[in-house]
């Protein structure tokens, strides 16, 4: 367990429908980044917040893809209208104590990630 | 994008062999990293490689770094189950570009 947390683990919608996950990073961490992994790939980078500031977005994050961090805690990703292709392994990872304003390339924790099946 | 080409995509082996995976590219690296990711879980962090020709050890586990910091391989010596997953190599970044793994299964 490496303190990040997301939910849900799993989930399975039909396409069309919208959906929204949630990561919780590790507490004293002000970065937060989003990936995607699909079958037999590594994860892609997809956006990353510093406290709530979201510094950039990959263009693999579709207009329907959005991230926010409101309060520079916890996170959502939602998807609106999925679509078949969205279906993936969506992984969170935070980095950088609260105390460094500013340090790249620190060591990014994963969470487990939230699987989508879109049918 | 510094594209990162992994091999072999798979392997496949009895516990107690060695093997070595590698992780190549035409771009040098200031760093690069080696994660594990098991299967449900997100990648973890093994290793960071920093100066060329540098070797870790971690265990069982040898990384190199190569000379012309172009590329790096990974050694495992007398594997384990507990050695399955996907190994990942990427440079040190904000945002990490991974390559694609290696996908090792250790068998018993």
């Known amino acids: 367990d490496t303190g990040v947390s997301q939910n849900p683990r799993h989930k399975i919608t039909k396409r069309g429908q919208n959906v929204t996950f949630r990561c919780d990073p590790i507490s004293e961490h002000n970065r937060l980044y989003w990936y995607r992994q699909t079958l037999g790939q590594g994860p892609e980078f997809l956006t990353y917040?510093?406290?709530?500031?979201?510094?950039?977005k990959s263009r693999l994050l579709s207009d329907r893809f959005s991230a926010e961090r409101p309060k520079g805690s916890f996170s959502t990703l939602e998807i609106q209208r999925t679509e078949q292709g969205d279906s993936a392994m969506y992984l969170c990872a935070s980095s950088t104590p609260r105390e460094v304003l500013a340090r790249s390339s620190d060591t990014q924790y994963f969470g487990p990630g939230t699987r989508l099946t879109v049918l | 994008t510094q594209l990162l080409e992994q091999s072999p995509q798979f392997l496949s082996i009895q516990e107690g062999e060695n093997l070595t995976v590698y992780c190549n590219s035409s771009?040098?690296?200031?760093?690069l990293q080696w994660y594990r990711q098991e299967p449900g879980e997100g990648p973890v962090l093994l290793v960071t490689?920093?100066?060329?020709?540098e070797v870790k050890k971690l265990k069982r586990l040898t990384f190199q770094f190569g000379d012309a910091r172009k590329d790096s391989s990974l050694h495992i010596t007398a594997a384990q189950p507990g050695d399955t997953g996907l190994y990942l190599c990427?440079?040190?970044?904000?945002?990490?570009?991974f390559g694609k793994g290696t996908r090792l299964h250790i068998l018993p």
């Open positions: 771009s040098v690296f200031s760093s």
């Open positions: 490689v920093v100066t060329g020709g």
């Open positions: 917040f510093q406290n709530e500031a979201q510094l950039e």
């Open positions: 990427a440079p040190r970044d904000d945002k990490i570009i």
